[in-house]
């Protein structure tokens, strides 16, 4: 069965403190990973995407990182800010052509304290 | 550019009401169009999806119906909300012709509450 686990659930730094959020993932065949932020009450915005034979991938302050032989992906916050308090989904995709081939993980809750 | 259009943001319903969320896809043509619940705490849940007008395809049993009356247009429904029909509902969209991985993009959501 096809999972995505993030941890920790929720987290709480001060403001431009760093910041690394975990995702790992049993899915299979692999074609990608994205991380998403999602403010309350909205949908979530894609920030970055990696594919099979991506290690890094950055936007702005945010770098993602993944390893696909170990089925392990971080997104880490640099320098954060209040805005960065949000939801962070890790959706990791199967290549199968499907409309099912994503599966979602519950997110982490991170709050930013001034 | 491609946007997508979701309404209304909040709804608050009466058991037993019926239910139409819309959503619409501007700046790109047949999309594939999909319709997500999210529970608090918990990852999306694809509801229905579809390739083309008209072409709808449930991925869980329940309440809720979904119709793609036009190309950019999908709507979610429910003849009778119960209480367990409250969430967070999202629309999305993903580039049509292309592995369904890419361009997957997200409305703003509706906020259902059943009461």
Known sequence: ?114 | SQTIHQWPATLVQPVGSPLSLECTVEGTSNPNLYWYRQAAGRGLQLLFYSVGIGQISSEVPQNLSASRPQDRQFILSSKKLLLSDSGFYLCAWSVPGRRLSYGYTFGSGTRLTVV
């Open chain 1, 1 to 114: 069965k096809n999972q995505v686990e993030q941890s920790p659930q929720s987290l709480i730094i001060l403001e431009g403190k760093n910041c690394t959020l975990q995702c790992n993932y049993t899915v299979s065949p692999f074609s990608n990973l994205r991380w998403y932020k999602q403010d309350t009450g909205r949908g979530p915005v894609s920030l970055t995407i990696m594919t099979f034979s991506e290690n890094t991938k950055s936007n702005g302050r945010y770098t993602a990182t993944l390893d696909a032989d170990t089925k392990q992906s971080s997104l880490h916050i640099t320098a954060s800010q209040l805005s960065d308090s949000a939801s962070y989904i890790c959706v990791v995709s199967v290549s199968s052509g499907s409309a099912r081939q994503l599966t979602f993980g519950s997110g982490t809750q991170l709050t930013v304290l001034p």
